[in-house]
């Protein structure tokens, strides 16, 4: 079936690192402070990370980092299902 498709996408460094600042409970602000960032450009990895780990809202984000460190440890990937035929043909 399809839902249980998977593809390997990648968080950036940046990425990874603002999302696990987050999910720890910072604020984008605090995020931005302590990583020598602008707010937007916090704003801007956390949003790429939500679409890459499939989530829409930042308390899914521990869950979604959890999943995917656990699928990294044996693939060397963070992976997200696929979710419409188009996108599983484009990621072939």
């Known amino acids: 079936a399809l839902g249980s498709l998977r593809v390997r996408v990648h968080l950036t460094p940046a990425e990874r690192e603002t ?10 602000r605090d995020i931005a402070a302590e990583l020598s960032l602008s707010v937007r450009t ?11 780990l499939g989530i829409s809202r930042r308390t899914q984000l521990a869950a979604a980092l959890d999943t995917a460190d656990t699928q990294s440890m044996t693939s060397g990937d963070i992976v ?8 599983a043909r484009r990621h072939g």
Not at 42 to 52: D, F, G
């Open 42 to 52: 916090v704003e801007s990895y956390l949003s790429k990370a939500y679409e890459k």
């Open 80 to 87: 997200e299902g696929l979710s419409s035929p188009e996108t």
């Open 19 to 28: 999302s696990l600042l987050a999910a720890a409970g910072s604020s984008n």
